[in-house]
């Protein structure tokens, strides 16, 4: 069985930082290209950053460009986002997303990031 499970999120102050996880299993993690969604209340989900599994090339939206990292673990089935100099419209449900091309996609349920002071 398929599953993908974000934690991490919570509650932070503008300016903070948060790291994200997202554990996967029931597929071979290391053949996917792995990606971030958020998406805020009222909007369209988006893609915040993505890495392939060979050479571990990134991708990231404008907007957290220098400010996101998005990394992961293919020994641990794990992908990680961390996160700094959060801004309030850095608030959203994140959403951790395996695809291949040839095999479809899996999503997670997503965990909330709420930046606020």
């Known amino acids: 069985q398929v599953q993908l499970v974000e934690s991490g999120g919570g509650l932070v102050q503008p300016g903070g930082s948060l790291r994200l996880s997202c554990a996967a299993s029931?597929?071979?993690?290391?053949?996917?290209?792995m990606r971030w969604y958020r998406q805020a209340p009222g909007k369209e989900r988006e893609l915040v950053a993505a890495?392939?599994?060979?050479?571990?090339?990134?991708n990231y939206a404008d907007s957290v460009k220098g400010r996101f990292t998005i990394s992961r673990d293919n020994a641990k089935n794990t992908l990680y986002l961390q996160m700094h100099n959060l801004k309030p419209e850095d608030t959203a449900v994140y959403y951790c997303?395996?695809?291949?091309?040839?095999?479809?996609?899996?999503w997670g349920k997503g965990t909330l990031v709420t930046v606020s002071s």
């Open positions: 029931g597929f071979t993690f290391s053949n996917y290209v």
């Open positions: 890495i392939i599994s060979t050479y571990g090339s990134t």
């Open positions: 997303n395996a695809f291949s091309r040839s095999r479809g996609e899996y």
